[in-house]
């Protein structure tokens, strides 16, 4: 699903509350405080998951979508 939301664009011309209503709350959990909001997606997806991996996204002026993209931690 998040790498339908970035692929397609889907995100483009959403507001941070309209995201929000869209993904649900994000919750405060510390990780990657230079986004705007950050979900925990799941383990990684390779082969040795170590990591998590997590949409990160930030938000313009007037809290207006700017970008997403999936970190690993």
């Known amino acids: 699903m ?7 664009e889907k995100l483009i011309g959403l507001n941070k509350s309209e995201v929000i209503h869209l993904l649900g709350d994000p919750g405060d959990h510390g990780y990657f405080r230079n986004y705007d909001l950050v979900y925990w997606l799941g383990p ?3 082969f040795m ?4 991996e997590w949409l990160a996204i930030r938000f313009g002026q007037n809290e207006m979508f700017q ?7």
Do not use: G, K
Not at 49 to 52: A, K, R, V
Not at 67 to 73: P, Q
């Open 67 to 73: 970008s997403a993209e999936i970190v690993r931690d």
């Open 2 to 8: 998040a790498d339908d939301l970035i692929n397609h």
């Open 44 to 46: 990684e997806r390779t």
């Open 49 to 52: 998951s170590i990591d998590s």
